[in-house]
Structures are given as structure tokens and as C-alpha cells.
């Protein structure tokens, strides 16, 4: 079964600054998905980036941008200039490319913005 | 702005009773997820349903969890009778499929069982 790691429950950053929350996973297949999750505390889940594997190029969206590592299975989300709304819960989820669809969580990452 | 919604947006029962949660998920969209958040397990996947047909539940504890999705614009997620373990976030996502596609979450559903 595939597992989804976050090793940092919580981070801080200064505002206008940059921040990178890291995110392993396990798996034995070759075709998946990733996807970082945003959930303020108004619980709302809100797609921030999503990542095909047989894509090399890593996906940006804005100030937030990936560090896929396909063969380390890694998957860091950067966020440039961080502004107060960045203040969230972040979800690395995994999505197998064949069969189940379902989502596969890690334990989400506390970031903080410090003014 | 298409969106999942979902209702209530708080639900607090004692222990016994029926919760029905809804959810109608975006137009035109054929997948449909339940997930629940809970502290100690995170989110985790309950049911999900294809075209109405229910594809995968074996996450949900089958004596006391019901869902299903009458047509294509709703879908029910029933607990009976409910415990205080049931006390969690309950999220309905849908999205368009194919695999991989992604998924976008309603805002949830806060149930305490008392």
C-alpha cells in the first residue's frame, strides 16, 4: 500500500520570505499523481499544485512551485514571498495512475506566517 | 464558480441517532469521494462512486455506514446508529475522471456525537 510522509508538523516562516515543506511517499508503481493540499482554518481543502510522474518538469503555479525527485520519492512544495492567507494546514496526497483512486494523505504540515 | 457543497455544515447528535450528510458534487462531474478527518488518523477515504456506481467502500465500517447517490447531482452519506467515534470532518470531493484527474473538496461536514 502506498504511504505518504510529512516529517515537519509544524513550520514558521517570515512574511515576504521563502519556505519549502517536504513530503516522501512509497510506492511501487510508475504511473501516480501528487497534489498539495491547502486547508486554512476555515477547513475549506484547496488545491494548490498537482504533479503527473512522467512529468520531469516541475509544476509551478504562481509563487508555489514542486521539487519532484521521482527516483528519491520526494516531493516538496515551495512557496516564494509568503504572504499572511499562506497561514494553513498542507496535504501531500498520492494518487495511483491504475486502479483505486482514492487519495492517499500524509499527516499535513502547520505553517505559520510571521509578520 | 462551480463548487461541491455540502450539508449541514454542523451536525451535533447523541449517540444512536441517524446523521444523514449530503453533497452535491460540480455539475458534470462523475466521480464522487467521501473522506473523513479525524485527529488521530488524518483523512482518510470511505467511499468512492463512478457514474453513481459505488467502486470502492471498503474504508467505511459497513454495520453503521451507508452511502449512496440517488442521481447524479446528489450523494448520501449515512451513519446509523452513530457513536461518539463517529465524531469527525466528513468531506465530499468530486471530480470529472479519468484516473488521476483531481478532486475538489466541499467544506465539510463537523459531526459530534455526544
Known amino acids: 500500500a502506498q504511504t505518504v510522509t510529512q516529517s515537519q508538523p509544524e513550520m514558521s516562516v517570515q512574511e515576504a520570505e521563502t519556505v519549502t515543506l517536504s513530503c516522501t511517499y512509497d510506492t511501487s508503481e510508475s504511473d501516480y499523481y501528487l497534489f498539495w493540499y491547502k486547508q486554512p482554518p476555515s477547513r475549506q481543502m484547496i488545491l494548490v499544485i498537482r504533479?503527473?510522474?512522467?512529468?520531469?518538469q516541475n509544476a509551478t503555479e504562481n509563487r508555489f512551485s514542486v521539487n519532484f525527485q521521482k527516483a528519491a520519492k520526494s516531493f516538496s512544495l515551495k512557496i516564494s514571498d509568503s504572504q499572511l492567507g499562506d497561514a494553513a494546514m498542507y496535504f501531500c496526497a498520492y494518487r495511483s495512475g491504475e486502479g483505486a483512486q482514492k487519495l492517499v494523505f500524509g499527516q499535513g504540515t502547520r505553517l505559520t506566517i510571521n509578520p | 464558480d462551480a463548487r461541491v457543497t455540502q450539508t449541514p455544515r454542523h451536525k451535533v447528535t447523541e449517540m444512536g441517532q441517524e446523521v444523514t450528510m449530503r453533497c452535491q458534487p460540480i455539475?458534470?462531474?462523475?466521480?464522487v469521494f467521501w473522506y473523513r478527518q479525524t485527529m488521530m488518523q488524518g483523512l482518510e477515504l470511505l467511499a468512492y462512486f463512478r457514474n453513481r456506481a459505488p467502486l470502492d467502500d471498503s474504508g467505511m465500517p459497513k454495520d453503521r455506514f451507508s452511502a449512496e447517490m440517488p442521481d447524479a447531482t446528489l450523494a448520501t452519506l449515512k451513519i446509523q446508529p452513530s457513536e461518539p467515534r463517529d465524531s469527525a470532518v466528513y468531506f465530499c470531493?468530486?471530480?470529472?475522471?479519468?484516473?488521476?484527474?483531481?478532486?475538489?473538496f466541499g467544506p465539510g461536514t463537523r459531526l459530534t456525537v455526544l
Open positions: 455539475l458534470g462531474h462523475n466521480t
Open positions: 470531493a468530486s471530480g470529472l475522471g479519468p484516473v488521476g484527474d483531481t478532486q475538489y
Open positions: 504533479q503527473e510522474a512522467y512529468k520531469q
